[in-house]
């Protein structure tokens, strides 16, 4: 039996959910498919212990329905797993969204029927969806990176990856545990198993920086402060390059304009606020390699004063510049090294060679192991989009197209593959920026060109070569002026064997929406716009 819709969005996560709400508004018939069992996206499958967003809660919501804005209470400065969960589930029964949400249906291939304009989705249970337009609200940080070390089937004990936890409790007490992986996830997760196992061996490949989240409870005055603004508080975040954090000072000034004890002191000051706010001390550490530098050594000595181990210290120390990959958040992170329980082990000098019955081996030596936890985060942003078999015109398909890297128009279209929007894509803000914010500029953009294609009767709307290729060109510039793309990061695929490498996410939030704005106000310049 097929079913047929006007839209097929699939993912019910964060992006998923607003854009469920938006495509309502059109008056467009709509259906969800979601591959887990409840809404949630990237909330519903990172349930590890200590996961925790690293963006401001007030900022991290929805900002559709003031009333929504003005009802929900948030709990700390950054929410847990568990409290965006919680919320998530409010937005579900406040809207009624689970009515045209289909759990448990994972999509394997979406086809374009040229002739009749229209997507056919397939999902792994063998259902078939037949609609006009699909949205893609997959995520870009969904697709698990587990990595393939010989001899994973051979281990007796557990193995769990920080973005597939399971949903029922797992006992890490009394354990030999050992952690592949200090990311993000490696960061929130590590204090947090080191507190329960008897002996933790932490598996590091490359050193994070790892700023102090300085979590605390929300100050009730602070909330409604906010909350007496949304509306002001939002613009104001929408006018900062990462789209937010507005609330706080920013340094435009270069670093060697001050003398060595101002520096320090606005380094301290800047650390002591918490968060990332330490990169925006001054306003060329992201784009000067000296000044970067400088901000690099006062973290490395914080390291040093934290950690008594030297040696130990000395490999928490990053080496490249501080902002090319994501800086983490943490709390506790490099004092949990100074526990007698917890083992640092260097595998970028003695590399993983396989996993045996009783653990990991690496090149040096062994380790005897009850629990393997990997926190290898994520096939970044093409990940989810390359498990499914998308074709588009004349079969061609997009995992193909994409196998010198990603490009698209905007971040949202593709050429060759008509009335299908990507959210949060490559060539977009997206990770750089409170991805909150980035969903719903996405969201709003194409909710308003459907009605557009609606209002004047077009069937199809496709990005054309030549808007790829400028927007392709646009994107490298803009990197090029940073340090962003000066080291191997999951922004350029680099943590994925043979994952061509190409800087994915387009630096600066404001002047992104902007063109946006620009290109819907021209007719949708760069699309080509068909009636059948």
């Given at each position: 039996m097929t079913d047929s819709f006007d839209v097929v969005i699939v993912g019910a996560g964060l992006a998923g959910l607003q854009m469920l709400h938006q495509v309502r508004e059109t008056g467009l018939t709509v259906r969800v498919l979601e591959a887990g069992v409840a809404a949630g996206g990237t909330w519903y499958w990172n349930r590890y212990p200590g996961a925790q967003c690293d963006v401001e809660s007030l900022e991290y919501s929805y900002q559709f329905s003031e009333e929504l804005q003005q009802e929900w209470e948030w709990t700390g400065r950054y929410a847990s797993q568990p409290e965006i969960l919680r919320y998530i589930g409010h937005v579900m029964e406040r809207f009624d969204l689970g009515r045209d949400i289909q759990y448990d249906a994972y999509v394997t291939a979406m086809t374009y029927d040229e002739?009749?304009?229209?997507?056919?989705?397939?999902?792994?249970?063998?259902?078939?969806?037949?609609?006009?337009?699909?949205?893609?609200?997959t995520g870009c940080l969904s697709s698990a990176n587990v990595p393939e070390i010989a001899g994973r089937e051979t281990f007796v004990g557990e193995i769990h990856h920080t973005g597939h936890w399971p949903h029922e409790p797992v006992d890490l007490a009394g354990k030999r545990i050992g952690v592949v992986g200090t990311g993000s996830s490696g960061v929130q997760v590590i204090p947090v198993i080191a507190r329960q196992a008897e002996q933790l061996h932490v598996f590091q490949r490359t050193a994070a920086y790892t700023l102090p989240a300085r979590n605390q409870a929300l100050d009730p005055q602070l909330q409604a402060a906010v909350k007496g603004d949304y509306a002001g508080f939002r613009a104001r975040n929408s006018a900062m390059p990462t789209a937010g954090l507005s609330r706080y000072p920013t340094n435009p000034s270069s670093i060697f304009l001050v003398s060595a004890a101002e520096r320090e002191a606005a380094f301290e000051y800047f650390w002591e606020l918490g968060g990332p706010l330490l990169l925006r001390s001054f306003g060329d550490i992201m784009s000067d390699p000296a000044a970067n530098e400088l901000v690099a050594d006062f973290v490395r000595k914080k390291i040093r004063e934290t950690v008594e181990a030297p040696d130990v210290a000395a490999l928490?120390?990053?080496?490249?510049?501080?902002?090319?990959?994501?800086?983490?958040?943490?709390t506790d992170y490099y004092e949990t090294f100074n526990r007698p329980n917890v083992h640092l082990v260097d595998v970028a000098t003695a590399p993983i060679e396989e996993i045996t019955p009783g653990g990991i081996r690496t090149t040096k030596d062994a380790y005897e192991l009850d629990v393997i936890v990997f926190a290898t985060g994520f096939d970044a942003m093409t990940g989810a989009l390359f498990r499914i078999d998308i074709r588009g015109r004349e079969s061609v398909s997009l995992k193909e197209m994409w196998a010198a890297g990603p490009r698209t128009y905007l971040g949202l279209a593709v050429p060759g593959f008509p009335n299908l929007f990507t959210?949060?894509?490559?060539?977009?803000?997206?990770?750089?920026?409170?991805?909150?914010?980035?969903?719903?500029?996405?969201?709003?953009?194409?909710?308003?060109?459907?009605?557009?294609?609606?209002?004047?009767?077009?069937s199809t709307i496709e990005a054309t070569r030549e808007a790829e290729e400028a927007w392709g060109l646009h994107v490298d510039e803009v990197a090029g002026r940073s340090l962003f793309p000066s080291c191997d990061s999951w922004y350029l695929g680099a943590n994925v064997p043979g994952k061509a490498r190409v800087f994915m996410p387009l630096v600066g939030f404001p002047a992104y929406a902007q063109t946006c704005e620009e290109v819907a106000a021209g007719g949708y310049k760069g699309f080509s716009l068909a009636r059948l």
């Open positions: 002739s009749a304009g229209r997507w056919t989705v397939r999902t792994e249970s063998g259902d078939v969806l037949v609609a006009r337009f699909v949205i893609m609200a928490l120390s990053p080496k490249q510049p501080i902002g090319c990959k994501r800086v983490c958040l943490g959210m949060t894509g490559p060539g977009s803000p997206s990770v750089l920026t409170n991805m909150l914010v980035a969903i719903h500029q996405h969201a709003t953009w194409i909710g308003s060109c459907l009605t557009y294609l609606l209002d004047n009767d077009i």
